[in-house]
């Protein structure tokens, strides 16, 4: 979280193939490819870190993204690819963690997924301006 300069290309490009991999394992209207409920979006897209959040709003957006997780695991399980085993277990294991990992995992990935979206707003609509 320390500007656009702290996302390497290895960051950003790995946060694209898995959002580019996660988003095709269902249709666009689908409940896992949609954001999370306002009353969780909302604060953390206004808050400038974890420290500037309401109580509660972190672990009441980490249990609904655990829950998404979960279902996209089940999906990706159906697959007999080798690289979408890894990411069914990689989804899996976020239910095995305590509410503070999960929390603390939903906050560091919310402001670099953030960041990496700005980062992109940037290099794509104001090239040459700043």
């Not at 390497?8 to 095709?24: A, E, H, M, T, Y």
């Not at 604060?43 to 109580?55: G, K, S």
């Not at 995992?105 to 301006?129: D, I, P, Q």
Request: avoid cysteine; charged fraction near 20%.
């Amino acid at each position: 979280r320390g500007g656009a300069h702290s996302l390497s290309d290895d960051v950003v490009g790995n946060i694209g193939f898995l959002r580019r991999r996660l988003s095709g394992q269902s249709d666009p209207w689908d409940l896992t490819n949609q954001l999370i409920h306002v009353s969780s979006s909302l604060p953390l897209l206004r808050a400038f870190d974890e420290t500037d959040l309401p109580a509660g709003i972190a672990t009441a957006a980490a249990s609904e993204l655990v829950r998404y997780s979960r279902e996209l695991a089940a999906r990706i399980s159906g697959s007999s690819g080798e690289e979408d085993a890894i990411l069914a277990q990689r989804l899996r294991s976020l239910g095995e963690l305590s509410d503070h990992e999960q929390t603390a995992g939903l906050l560091n990935s919310f402001f670099t997924w953030r960041e990496f979206h700005w980062a992109n707003f940037y290099a794509r609509h104001l090239r040459g301006v700043v």
